[in-house]
Nanobody, 123 residues
Framework: QVQLVESGGGLVQPGGSLKLSCAAS????????MDWYRQAPGNVRELVGG???????HYADSVKGRFTISRDNAKNTMYPQMNSLKPEDTAVYYC?????????????????WGQGTQVTVSS
């Protein structure tokens, strides 16, 4: 069974920084892509950024130049470093990954979501 666990959220003042993490665990054969999404109250869930199937990073225009996403493949963990935070960055941040996992006698590829971590930017 595969799990994604996010951590690092909290309350920060405008202009401040936070570093989140998303750790994948379980019977993982291969992680194909990992992304961060966020959802503010009343809004649809939107893509923040992540790593695509080819390993390249991508970012939403709203966070370019402020957020940097890195990963540690050995730990199956992805880290978004969020700088110059704004009140409009307030949201629940979710990790999403496309993972091929070991089943009993076969491999299966599926999309997984973490439980989310709250980020609040407020003075």
């Amino acid at each position: 069974q595969v799990q994604l666990v996010e951590s690092g959220g909290g309350l920060v003042q405008p202009g401040g920084s936070l570093k989140l993490s998303c750790a994948a665990s379980g019977s993982i054969f291969r992680i194909h892509a990992m992304d961060w999404y966020r959802q503010a109250p009343g809004n649809v869930r939107e893509l923040v950024g992540g790593f695509g199937y080819d390993g390249t990073r991508h970012y939403a225009d709203s966070v370019k130049g402020r957020f940097t996403i890195s990963r540690d493949n050995a730990k199956n963990t992805m880290y978004p470093q969020m700088n110059s935070l704004k009140p409009e960055d307030t949201a629940v941040y979710y990790c999403n990954a496309t993972i091929t996992a070991y089943k009993r006698t076969y491999l299966e590829t599926d999309a997984y979501w973490g439980q989310g971590t709250q980020v609040t930017v407020s003075s």
